[in-house]
């Protein structure tokens, strides 16, 4: 299994706002959406990469593109999570049924029980622009490669 | 934040650089903060050492709330000729990085405290650290500290 590729249109899925409320595809439309799938809340790794991304949210927010964190963590977990780290990165929850989501944009890692870490780019019509995949967790991708990507839309 | 942060090479050593260090080689390049224990680490290595290496800013607020602050103190220090000292006391104590420990450390170090107050919070102080910031972003680090080798990122610095 591997990372939904660009041009595909993004699958059916429901994950989880902090408020418990679904995000589903019908959100996806008429915004730039970038979801940053993640292994595990509180994992050190996964802790680097959203505060990054966290220092240069007002450049995200120029180019009219919305990051998520995803994670098969609970919503309480995520919440937890989002605010001991301090960024307003709205996270998703793909706990129950566990990975669904996951599965549907090919990132589960079914040995692991967790999401690669992965980057998908949705645009406004719902289909994927660009994905991305780590070679294995531990690799982080910097804001550049999203910059990039939403650079190579036009 | 100003222009494109998309990939970029790592912009090579430059004469405002802060380059540190004994030796002739050509220096490592190193992205840290002043907040970061592993940086700390990082810097407690490096001046055991017989490297040179040229330290650039990377502040991420979220993770460390007083690295932006102490990354400007030090290039306020570096308008009276006095980073590396400033570098140096800022290191040695981690644990006081409030506005006033920074004004102490300039007063311990002989600086007019008045002008390094308004240099800390000026823009072109705040410009030359975020010159190194999204050098470091467009060159794909997410971490601190990252190390650069003859330009090529060393993992687990």
Same mark, same amino acid.
């Given at each position: 299994?591997?990372?939904v590729? $660009? =041009?595909?249109?993004a699958?059916?899925?429901?994950?989880?706002?902090?408020?418990?409320s679904k995000f589903t595809?019908?959100?996806?439309?008429g915004q730039?959406?970038?979801l @940053?799938f993640?292994p595990?809340?509180?994992?050190?790794?996964? #802790?680097?990469?959203?505060?990054? *991304?966290?220092?240069?949210?007002?450049?995200?927010?120029?180019q !009219?593109?919305?990051?998520y964190g995803?994670?098969?963590?609970?919503?309480w977990?995520?919440?937890a999570?989002?605010d001991?780290?301090?960024?307003?990165?709205?996270?998703?929850?793909d706990?129950?049924p566990?990975g669904? #989501?996951?599965?549907?944009?090919?990132?589960?890692h079914?040995? =692991?029980?967790?999401?690669?870490?992965?980057?998908?780019?949705?645009?406004?019509? %719902?289909?994927?622009?660009?994905?991305?995949?780590?070679?294995?967790? !531990? @690799?982080? +991708?910097?804001?550049?490669?999203?910059?990039?990507?939403?650079?190579a839309?036009a | 934040m100003?222009?494109?942060?998309?990939s970029?090479?790592?912009?090579?050593l430059? +004469?405002?650089d &802060?380059v540190?260090?004994?030796?002739?080689g050509?220096?490592?390049?190193v992205?840290?903060?002043?907040?970061?224990p592993?940086?700390?680490?990082?810097?407690a290595?490096?001046?055991?050492?017989?490297?040179?290496?040229?330290f650039? &800013?990377?502040? @991420?607020?979220?993770?460390h709330?007083?690295?932006?602050?102490?990354?400007?103190a030090?290039e $306020?220090a570096a308008l009276?000729?006095?980073?590396?000292p400033?570098?140096?006391?800022? *290191?040695?104590?981690q644990?006081?990085?409030e506005?006033?420990?920074?004004?102490?450390?300039?007063?311990?170090?002989?600086?007019d405290v008045?002008?390094?107050?308004?240099?800390?919070?000026?823009?072109q @102080?705040?410009?030359?650290?975020?010159?190194?910031?999204?050098? !470091?972003?467009r060159?794909?680090v997410v971490?601190?500290p990252?190390?650069?080798?003859? %330009?090529?990122?060393? +993992?687990?610095?």
């Amino acid at each position: 299994m591997s990372v939904v590729a $660009a =041009g595909t249109p993004a699958p059916d899925f429901t994950l989880r706002r902090g408020d418990g409320s679904k995000f589903t595809n019908a959100d996806l439309v008429g915004q730039t959406t970038v979801l @940053v799938f993640y292994p595990f809340a509180f994992s050190p790794v996964c #802790t680097d990469q959203l505060n990054l *991304y966290e220092e240069v949210l007002d450049q995200f927010a120029v180019q !009219g593109a919305t990051l998520y964190g995803v994670s098969c963590d609970s919503t309480w977990t995520q919440t937890a999570f989002k605010d001991r780290l301090g960024v307003t990165i709205e996270q998703l929850s793909d706990f129950e049924p566990k990975g669904a #989501t996951c599965r549907a944009f090919g990132v589960y890692h079914e040995k =692991g029980g967790m999401p690669q870490r992965a980057l998908i780019l949705i645009g406004p019509d %719902g289909v994927v622009q660009w994905s991305w995949e780590g070679e294995h967790p !531990g @690799v982080l +991708p910097g804001a550049n490669l999203i910059f990039d990507a939403l650079a190579a839309r036009a | 934040m100003s222009g494109s942060l998309g990939s970029a090479p790592l912009p090579p050593l430059a +004469p405002d650089d &802060h380059v540190l260090g004994a030796g002739d080689g050509p220096p490592l390049i190193v992205y840290a903060d002043y907040e970061c224990p592993y940086c700390a680490a990082l810097h407690a290595r490096l001046i055991a050492g017989d490297e040179r290496w040229a330290f650039r &800013h990377f502040p @991420v607020r979220s993770k460390h709330p007083r690295a932006w602050a102490a990354a400007c103190a030090a290039e $306020a220090a570096a308008l009276q000729g006095a980073f590396e000292p400033m570098h140096m006391a800022l *290191y040695a104590d981690q644990a006081r990085l409030e506005d006033p420990h920074l004004w102490e450390r300039a007063r311990r170090l002989g600086l007019d405290v008045e002008r390094f107050d308004a240099d800390r919070r000026s823009e072109q @102080v705040l410009a030359r650290v975020r010159r190194d910031f999204e050098s !470091g972003v467009r060159a794909g680090v997410v971490t601190t500290p990252t190390v650069f080798d003859d %330009g090529a990122l060393q +993992p687990d610095r």
